[in-house]
């Protein structure tokens, strides 16, 4: 944002030397169009220099003291010079492109009541009310249409990166989104000191699914284990497919007895639906806390991989939490059911 201000102030620099030098150039006050030269061109160079420390209240300041610029420029070249409305636009389009609308329509006040003052200034023969309004109607005309540009820009940047972290087929995250989301979430549990449980459960016999209904059958099923898990997980969990017939849960606060209590549930709900129709399909879950089974993402992820293969292992259909033998996971099954 610094350096297109100093590209501004810069072009503004340069108009006003531009001006100066053409033979037969209409200018109402060369001394002062000089001054409004160096003033421009000094601005330049110290927003080239300083561009990363300006803080963000500098920029409103920096456009208002564009507008007396301008202002003073339009008063230098006088209503005769075609130069004399230019420089507006630059802190019109400036201010609606990186500010707020609401300060944007500020700084174009200003700039209506800079260049009135300037005109009023000049006392160029006839009524140049005619003049004020257009110069002021292309202004707020131009600077909405950016306006309407960048809002259209940031809608789409922001579409783009939601169908960047997004699975099209069940609408969860995918393996991108999902990564980056558990980075964020362990961080905030390891500085609230907090648990973390992840979930990854995996699809029983699934590729026989497939085989049997065709893949279209297989992305119906995706899709209603997709909806179970989102019914069943509490209301801030995270869950994600991370693989083609692969699920995963983050459960923030939630310890090793919660998070297997929440895998069981989940479990339980994808085997009763797929129970009330003509094929039957069930999960099976491998359950890492964080700190107690990984202090980093891989160590979780790691560890709930390792749980899941147990839980395959064991006949599939059940969750285990990592580290659990296979004699107190199933004691800790029995108890929940």
Known sequence: MARIAAFAWAAGALLALVSLLLPDAAVNDEGLLAVVAG????????LFVVFDRIPSWGFQVMVAGGTVVASVGAYAWGSASAYEPLPYIWIILFAFYFFTLR???????????????????????????????ATL???????MFV?????????????????AHRD??????????FNEILDVELERARRSDTPLSLLLGDLDHFKRLNDDHGHAGGDAELRRVARTLRVAKRRFDIAARVGGEEFALLAPDCDEHGAYTLAERMRAEVDLGS??????????????????????????????DEALYTAKRLGRNRSVVSGADAGATERTRARSR
């Open 39 to 46: 003033v421009a061109a000094a601005a330049a160079v110290v």
């Open 103 to 133: 300060a944007a329509l500020l700084h174009f006040a200003l700039v209506g009541a800079g260049y009135a003052i300037a005109l009023a200034a000049e006392s160029p023969p006839g009524d140049p009310l005619d003049g004020w309004l």
């Open 137 to 143: 109607g292309t202004l707020l005309v131009s600077g």
């Open 147 to 163: 306006l309407l540009i960048r809002d259209r820009t940031l809608a789409l940047v922001a579409s783009l990166g939601d169908a």
């Open 168 to 177: 099209a087929l069940t609408e969860l995250l995918n393996r991108r989104g």
């Open 275 to 304: 129970a009330g129709g003509n094929r039957t399909l069930t999960i099976s879950f491998g359950v890492a806390t964080f700190p107690q089974h990984g202090e980093s993402a891989d160590a979780l992820l790691r560890a709930a």
